[in-house]
């Protein structure tokens, strides 16, 4: 046989390390003179490790010598199973947040196929009739009634066919008549990933009102060309309808569809109301499916069989090749944002994909985020108003109330308590919202005035009465709570200020006759208690409901009357330039779960600042008039939306290491001209030590993104050159969300 001597290949290769470079491989010769394409995975070697890289591209040249460059062990897949679009996004995302590509890339694609070399998902068995039933097939199973049970059940699922969870819901014993039917070659089994599909549309679109009708009509007008519609809609006005029928439309043109939602886990109802109403294979990302089933689902949508997406963030990024239609629910939810790793923003990169690609995006949110308002005030993108509740429950009537020198019980105000009485007697349920888990946010010793304070971190540890310990919500760490003072040994120990527990157990003994249900991480940890509670606050068996945020997204309960938020104080001082925003969400969020077709619900806040403009605003002129006050505030100090930040944080354990590598940091940015743009810092964060790490960093500022970029550019690699840099861990937050 003549020996082939081909010329050496060179492919860039981004491997999953925190280095922002690609790395120079061989082609093997056995590869021959096969196209390879952008986006393949590799098996190579690197260190003492073999990885699984991605093709960025192939060269011509290296600059490594050919004898160091090592060969690619494995070439993995066929096809970029990302999809061009979809890596086309990445390289853009991992420039733009300045983060090392490999890792940016390994975060987008599924764990699955993070380390398996085989792409081949695991398929769902499934069995259907293998012709269709006649009459003569079912008076030969007469005499073997189960057979005949499975026979009408899988004739009743047509195509789609039946696999094991389906049988196990529907019929018991089945595997027996199952066998019995297969033999007689009545049925047969087939696979495919597991689709999610109703054969119950029972639930039929309510007759749309105007507005709804308005929305859907301007925005279907321009479904096949990029905008980005924000439908600002009261909650419960109706824009999971208008979702609906923009999907109706989009599929019946023969798209997919991407939903994204900020947590899947607390929005059941959502998910069920698409089951319900469209008539299409859907498939759900979620964290509690294994990492099979989740490559399943992804690869499902890949290739065209899954038609509608639903999913949280990391969703943003699953190859869909007939995508139509991005819907982001709730856009203003922090929660697209991710605060680790690769810090992208996945409401960003989704506007960013629909112009790619050309195709409409939807944010929905009842209070739009205000980078969002910013870009409807520069028309940039289009507004649709949803301003009725489309059941025409009046909005509910808000109220401060005056915590100054009144009496408090557990935080409670004598006002509000009286309230909660009257609208229980009244038939009507409560909902208290209190953003502090546990049962108290610390201990301290009343003798000598020792407090339990985090060894790791400069906070304080709260107590959890029921379990009895104290927990760090910002470390983690758990110890037994004490019976007596660390310092002086008394075992006069006070509880001081009041979480959810605490408040759940007060409100308890105060109404007894009254079920309390507590709705937060804690309370909700095992599987199925968050479907039980919420099951209990819709029948209306709890009375009172106390909880967190976790409350505040996306559920609609009818019987709730009086809405009551507990701890405003706290957000209206705080060192979070966000923080304000956020409370007015959530009053504004709340307010629309009060109040049934009856009677006007009514809402109390309380707080020892009742005039403090921010509520003013809020209370009297709304969301929308609060919102144009906070974008002329962030003006006023230079931050986004209408200014633009990026962060360098760094920690060390060693106290003085990270304030060092900043300091040089600074330095090296301040050789170069700051073309305007300001640099703050090194200043420790607000909250200096967490977790036994000491942590600074270093805040820029500009009115233009480009100005940030171009020192970025210069500045990153140089950074990663400092000897300094060896001590600490450090990263770059290009739109930050916080500022902790
Ligand atoms: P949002 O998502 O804005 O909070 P939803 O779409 O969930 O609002 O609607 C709130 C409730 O009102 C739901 O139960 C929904 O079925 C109902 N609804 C929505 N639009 C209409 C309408 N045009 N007529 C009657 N009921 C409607
Ligand atoms: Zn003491
Ligand atoms: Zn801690």
């Known amino acids: 046989m003549p020996v082939q001597t081909s010329k050496p290949r060179f492919v860039k290769i981004a491997v999953p390390c925190p280095l922002y470079k690609t790395f120079d491989y061989r082609l093997p010769a056995t590869f021959g003179d096969r196209a390879i394409q952008p986006g393949v995975r590799v098996r190579v070697p690197f260190g003492r490790q073999k990885l699984i890289g991605i093709v960025i591209e192939e060269v011509s040249s290296s600059d490594v010598p050919a004898n160091k460059l090592k060969p690619v062990t494995a070439v993995l897949d066929e096809n970029n199973l990302l999809g061009d679009d979809i890596l086309k996004l990445l390289l853009w995302a991992a420039r733009y947040y300045v983060h090392p590509l490999g890792d940016a890339l390994q975060t987008a694609l599924p764990v699955f196929l993070r380390s398996n070399d085989d792409a081949t998902p695991a398929l769902n068995e499934y069995w259907r009739l293998t012709q269709p039933a006649t009459e003569e097939i079912q008076q030969s199973l007469k005499r073997a009634p189960k057979q005949q049970q499975l026979y009408q059940l899988l004739h009743a699922a047509a195509e789609k066919g039946l696999d094991t969870d389906a049988l196990n819901a529907r019929i018991e014993n089945w595997r027996a008549p199952l066998r019995a039917l297969l033999e007689k070659q009545l049925i047969e089994s087939f696979t495919r990933p597991a689709l999610l599909t109703s054969q119950n549309k029972s639930h039929k679109a309510p007759t749309l009102n105007d507005e709804q009708i308005e929305a859907i009509k301007n925005i279907e007008a321009h479904r096949k060309q990029h905008?980005?519609?924000?439908?600002?809609?009261?909650?419960?006005?109706?824009?999971?309808?208008?979702?609906?029928?923009?999907?109706?439309?989009?599929?019946?043109?023969?798209?997919?569809?991407?939903?994204?939602?900020?947590?899947?886990?607390?929005?059941?109802?959502l998910t069920q109301r698409f089951l319900e109403r469209l008539n299409a294979s859907i498939v759900i990302l979620h964290s509690a499916m294994n990492d099979k089933q989740r490559y399943a689902a992804w690869h499902a949508a890949a290739n065209g069989q899954a038609r509608l997406v639903i999913?949280?963030?990391?969703?943003?990024?699953?190859?869909?090749?007939?995508?139509?239609?991005?819907?982001?629910?709730?856009?203003?939810?922090?929660?697209?944002?991710?605060?680790?790793?690769?810090?992208?923003?996945?409401?960003?990169?989704?506007?960013?994909?629909?112009?790619?690609?050309?195709?409409?995006?939807?944010?929905?949110?009842?209070?739009?985020?205000?980078?969002?308002?910013?870009?409807?005030?520069?028309?940039?993108?289009?507004?649709?108003?949803?301003?009725?509740?489309?059941?025409?429950?009046?909005?509910?009537?808000?109220?401060?109330?005056?915590?100054?020198?009144?009496?408090?019980?557990?935080?409670?105000?004598?006002?509000?308590?009286?309230?909660?009485?009257?609208?229980?007697?009244?038939?009507?349920?409560?909902?208290?919202?209190i953003n502090r888990r546990g049962f108290a946010p610390l201990l301290m010793c009343h003798d000598c005035g020792w407090t339990t304070s985090c060894q790791r971190c400069d906070a304080h540890m709260t107590f959890h009465k029921r379990r009895k310990q104290l927990h760090c919500h910002h470390c983690g760490s758990q110890r037994p709570a004490p019976e007596n003072c660390d310092d002086c040994g008394s075992d006069n120990i006070l509880a001081i200020g009041a979480g959810t527990e605490r408040i759940e157990h007060f409100l308890q003994e105060r109404f007894p006759?009254?079920?309390?249900?507590?709705?937060?991480?804690?309370?909700?940890?095992?599987?199925?208690?968050?479907?039980?509670?919420?099951?209990?606050?819709?029948?209306?068996?709890?009375?009172?409901?106390?909880?967190?945020?976790?409350?505040?997204?996306?559920?609609?309960?009818?019987?709730?009357?009086?809405?009551c938020v507990l701890d405003t104080d706290q957000a209206l001082f705080s060192a979070d330039f966000r923080a304000a925003e956020h409370l007015?969400?959530?009053i504004t969020q709340v307010s629309g779960r009060a109040g049934r077709a009856e009677k006007a619900g009514e809402v109390l806040i309380q707080t020892h600042h009742p005039d403090h403009?921010?509520?003013?605003?809020?209370?009297?002129?709304?969301?929308?008039?609060?919102?144009?006050?906070?974008?002329?505030?962030?003006?006023?100090?230079?931050?986004?939306?209408?200014?633009?930040?990026?962060?360098?944080?760094?920690?060390?354990?060693?106290?003085?290491?990270?304030?060092?590598?900043?300091?040089?940091?600074?330095?090296?940015?301040?050789?170069?001209?700051?073309?305007?743009?300001?640099?703050?810092?090194?200043?420790?964060?607000?909250?200096?030590?967490?977790?036994?790490?000491?942590?600074?960093?270093?805040?820029?500022?500009?009115?233009?993104?480009?100005?940030?970029?171009?020192?970025?550019?210069?500045?990153?690699?140089?950074?990663?050159?400092?000897?300094?840099?060896?001590?600490?861990?450090?990263?770059?937050?290009?739109?930050?969300?916080?500022?902790?």
Not at 232 to 241: A, D, H, L, V
Not at 700 to 721: A, G
Request: proline share 6%.
């Open 513 to 563: 006759q009254t079920q309390v249900s507590r709705i937060d991480r804690d309370s909700t940890r095992n599987k199925g208690t968050l479907q039980e509670k919420l099951d209990k606050a819709h029948s209306g068996e709890s009375g009172i409901l106390v909880g967190t945020q976790m409350l505040a997204k996306g559920h609609d309960f009818p019987n709730i009357t009086l809405v």
């Open 584 to 586: 007015a969400q959530l």
């Open 613 to 740: 403009p921010l509520l003013q605003t809020l209370l009297h002129s709304g969301y929308p008039a609060f919102a144009k006050a906070a974008l002329q505030e962030r003006a006023a100090a230079g931050l986004p939306p209408i200014h633009h930040l990026v962060l360098l944080r760094c920690e060390s354990v060693n106290a003085s290491a990270a304030p060092a590598f900043l300091q040089q940091a600074a330095d090296l940015a301040k050789q170069i001209e700051l073309k305007d743009i300001d640099l703050f810092g090194p200043i420790p964060a607000p909250m200096e030590r967490r977790a036994g790490r000491y942590r600074h960093q270093i805040m820029l500022q500009s009115k233009q993104r480009k100005n940030l970029h171009r020192l970025l550019n210069w500045w990153v690699p140089q950074l990663q050159q400092l000897p300094a840099a060896r001590k600490v861990r450090w990263s770059i937050d290009v739109d930050p969300y916080d500022t902790f």
């Open 311 to 433: 999913g949280t963030r990391s969703s943003v990024f699953t190859p869909m090749p007939d995508l139509g239609l991005i819907i982001i629910d709730e856009e203003h939810d922090g929660s697209y944002k991710q605060q680790d790793g690769f810090r992208y923003n996945a409401r960003d990169l989704a506007i960013l994909r629909a112009r790619n690609r050309n195709i409409p995006i939807v944010l929905g949110s009842a209070t739009p985020s205000l980078e969002s308002l910013n870009n409807i005030n520069e028309q940039r993108y289009h507004a649709h108003f949803l301003k009725q509740r489309a059941n025409k429950k009046p909005l509910p009537k808000i109220q401060l109330i005056n915590l100054c020198s009144q009496k408090l019980y557990e935080g409670l105000a004598d006002g509000l308590l009286a309230k909660i009485r009257q609208h229980l007697d009244a038939q009507g349920q409560v909902l208290l919202f």
């Open 227 to 269: 905008a980005v519609h924000v439908v600002n809609g009261i909650t419960g006005s109706g824009k999971t309808e208008v979702y609906l029928a923009l999907c109706e439309a989009m599929l019946a043109d023969g798209k997919q569809i991407l939903v994204l939602v900020p947590e899947i886990g607390l929005t059941p109802q």
